[in-house]
């Protein structure tokens, strides 16, 4: 066995791979207007929504695809899709977890993410959303003790639609991008978490998505605000199963923090990478992730764990607009087989006195291609402003690439920047030295790819850290030999 | 008993071993001296299962046990230790975490229960001790930033940890000062007993001074040419490898 042979990349099945066979609504495929209010009358939307999406489509018709990034995939035929997927509901409303449709409480199982009372994961409150709909939330009424609200984004519409007013595209205005666009227009659900003031959120909260139906986009939509001295932490993982068409996600994720409040924000996304061999299949993950600092000292986080998708483009920022606020970007991409992702970050520096750190860490494996692209902006109004960005490439084998595009803006002249990168190859020798010292060949592997990934994962919150470890050594396996 | 037998091999089509034979019994120690490009390297990266070297031709057998078709990682859980003449950096991977997976290695290929944390601690304590190491190695990546002197004494420590039947030294004395080299050998020294096998490659007979060889073979063009006791490396040192050159061919 040696480095050479890294080419040669055994199958390693995709463990989520299998499809739930349940009754799905679906809406007809294609994109109009007409599909639009379509989306909006299956959610029974007031109508501010309904103008919301319509004014977004409108302008989504005047964008084009964007081209920049280092990714080749064939033109995405927008008309073939489904842009609403649902499991059949019953008629009655559900009274509790206990009547969610056992096929989809198996699903989430199978998953690791069990939805009833008795089993649930502890201190872990979960939304589980199924192609376009919200399953099941766990833990709602104990966070509602605390003021915390954490419920489906169309639970959130009908209860709390003064807060979705006031935020829902604040941060991500559905002028932002062509996916931003196009999630504004046609987005089925999401989760929606607010905050109140002095309240630290008493567990993590985390959202699991699950993409069943074929040949549908999956269009959800995040929104998180944390008023004034507050803080919460939230996780959302992701899986669908194995098709050999491309499946679209193209989400939204919208964050806000006030005075002194904290936003910890957490990705382990493992969708389908599409068939090891033949590249054939897989999801296309286009994301607009986006978080703003708006109070003094608040502060937003982000970690990322991308082992997933055929397709990553996905650049979580930050708007550092409060004097004293933070912002953190900790990223590991691993690509593997066919996979090219392109992700990164943005830092925009607005209020004084204001820091940024980004530490990428990117792991390139088979055929694939991973590229950093970041950009730190320092206005002039970010006096004695500070960013550090650290990214690092590590290749495996001969046959991968890695790129990094740090962009670096700055407008005044009291602002510091650091930054360092490095690429490593893992080298046949330091295989062969683990190997002497009696560890495995895949051991040691993983070992190096986990010691490179270290600064990253010390960030994740312990409970999904041993997964995001474990989920990596799962997408090494039999890359050597 | 580990024995090497007609061992030969090649790499690009260059013959490095051609055809090299070593028996060491338990409780010995062997020397081989030879001068530079001569394959003492190569025999260690051979003897351990480098994938450099494809099929290489011949035997080598621990306790009978032929082990040339193992993988490394099982070469080494079988007790075969190289000392490697150029350590390898492994950034990211603590040492301490690093040894607990190479000992934890060997106890799951013998179907023991992985070592007791605590045990760990004071065995690892016990062994730095012997080698006048500081704590502070352990929380450091593996040989990254170590000072040339500081990767051969972290190699003595992997040694004295994993306990391993057949030591292969290759020049560990190379780049350690006065005060060291006396430390590694008194080490070595210690770890000596009657069911060890060691094979120290050196350039200088100062070593074998510290340490003495039950046998010192002279290696040239991937061959042993000579065999002696330890007066042999005396010779040697006086007379140079030219003096056996001549005597071979
Ligand atoms: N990977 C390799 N590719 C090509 N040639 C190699 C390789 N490894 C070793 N060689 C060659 O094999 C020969 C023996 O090398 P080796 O490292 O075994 O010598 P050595 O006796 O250990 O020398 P030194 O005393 O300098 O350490 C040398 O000519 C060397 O160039
Ligand atoms: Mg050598």
Redesign the interface.
């Known amino acids: 066995m040696s480095l050479k042979e890294f080419s040669d990349i055994a199958n390693k099945e995709y463990e989520y791979g299998f499809k739930t066979d349940i009754k799905t609504e679906l809406i007809e495929k294609g994109l109009n207007e007409d599909i639009v209010r379509k989306i909006s009358a299956k959610n029974n939307e007031p109508d501010f929504i309904l103008e919301f999406r319509l004014k977004a489509y409108k302008h989504w018709l005047t964008m084009e695809e964007p081209d920049w990034a280092l990714l080749d995939y064939p033109e995405i035929d927008y008309q073939a899709l489904h842009y609403y997927a649902a499991p059949e509901k019953p008629k009655e409303k559900l009274k509790s977890m206990d009547d969610v449709d056992p096929e989809l409480k198996r699903t989430f199982e199978k998953l690791g993410i069990p939805l009833n009372e008795q089993k649930k994961l502890a201190n872990v409150a979960v939304d589980a959303i199924f192609d376009s709909v919200s399953v099941a939330t766990t833990y709602k009424e104990k966070l509602m003790k605390h003021g915390v609200i954490f419920c489906p984004f169309s639970e959130a519409v009908e209860k709390y639609p003064e807060l979705i007013k006031k935020y829902m595209g604040s941060v991500v205005p559905h002028t932002d991008n062509y996916f931003a666009a196009l999630n504004s227009a046609v987005f089925t659900e999401g989760s929606f978490v607010y905050i109140p003031k002095d309240t630290i959120c008493p567990m993590e909260l985390s959202t699991y998505f699950r993409i069943n139906a074929e040949q549908t986009g999956q269009f959800e939509r995040t929104l998180i605000i944390c008023e004034e001295n507050s803080y919460v932490s939230y996780l959302e993982g992701c899986t669908a199963p194995k098709f050999d068409t491309n499946q679209l996600h193209a989400a939204i994720v919208e964050l806000v923090a006030l005075d002194n409040a904290e936003i910890k924000y957490s990705t382990v996304q493992n969708w389908y990478a599409g068939d090891p061999k033949t590249g054939k299949g897989g999801i296309y993950n286009f994301v607009t992730k986006r978080g703003k600092c708006l109070g003094k000292k608040s502060k937003i986080s982000w970690t990322q764990i991308e082992t997933g998708s055929a397709i990553t483009w996905k650049y979580p920022s930050c708007m550092l607009i409060g004097d004293d606020s933070i912002g953190e970007f900790f990223s590991v991409a691993l690509t593997n087989h066919h996979q090219q992702a392109d992700t990164g970050t943005k830092m925009v520096h607005i209020g004084k006195n204001t820091k940024s750190t980004i530490v990428s860490k990117g792991i390139s494996v088979g055929k694939s291609v991973n590229t950093y692209r970041g950009k730190v902006q320092m206005n002039k109004s970010a006096k004695e402003s500070e960013n550090f960005t650290q990214c690092d490439s590590m290749l495996i084998g001969d046959e991968c690439s890695a790129n990094t595009f740090p962009y670096i803006d700055v407008r005044n002249a009291s602002s510091n920047l650091g930054h360092e990168a490095a690429t490593v190859k893992v080298s046949e020798e330091q295989l062969f030295y683990c190997q002497q010292r009696g560890i495995s060949l895949e051991d040691a592997l993983t070992t190096i790819v986990n010691g490179f990934c270290a600064d990253v994962f010390k960030e994740l919150p312990t409970e999904f850290a041993v997964e995001a470890t474990q989920l990596l050594s799962l997408k090494l396996e039999n890359t050597v030999g | 008993m580990f024995e090497i037998k007609d061992l030969k091999a090649s790499i690009e089509e260059k013959d490095i071993l051609n055809g090299l034979s070593l028996t060491i019994k338990p409780g010995e120690i062997h020397a081989i001296m030879g001068p530079n490009g001569s394959g003492k390297s190569t025999l260690a990266k051979v003897i ?5 070297f494809e099929d290489p031709e011949g035997d080598i057998k621990l306790d009978g046990k032929d082990i040339l078709d193992l ?3 099982e070469r ?2 079988e007790g075969v ?2 000392a ?1 003449q150029y ?8 040492n301490s ?2 040894l607990r ?2 000992y934890n ?2 106890q799951k ?1 013998q179907n023991q229960p992985e070592i007791d944390p605590f045990d760990f601690e004071s065995l690892i304590k016990e062994k730095l001790t012997v080698l006048n190491m500081k704590e502070a190695f352990l929380s450091r ?1 593996v040989n990254h930033g170590f000072s040339g002197g500081e990767k051969k004494r972290n190699e003595i420590l ?1 040694m004295l940890m ?1 306990d391993p039947r057949v030591v292969i030294l290759d020049e560990t004395d190379s780049g350690l000062d006065i005060d060291s080299l006396k430390q590694v050998s008194d080490a070595i020294n210690h770890f000596k007993s009657e069911n060890k096998m060691i094979l120290i490659i050196t350039h200088y007979q100062r070593l074998l001074n510290h340490i003495v060889p039950d046998t010192v073979h002279i290696m040239a063009d991937g061959k042993i040419t000579k065999s002696g006791d330890k007066s042999l490396a005396l010779t040697l040192e006086d007379q140079g490898y030219d003096a056996f050159k001549d005597n071979q061919s």
């Open positions: 351990s299962g480098h994938p450099d993988e490394p990682d080494a859980n230790f190289l490697f350590p390898v950096d492994i950034p990211g991977v603590n975490e690093f997976m190479a290695a060997k290929y990546p992997q994993l």
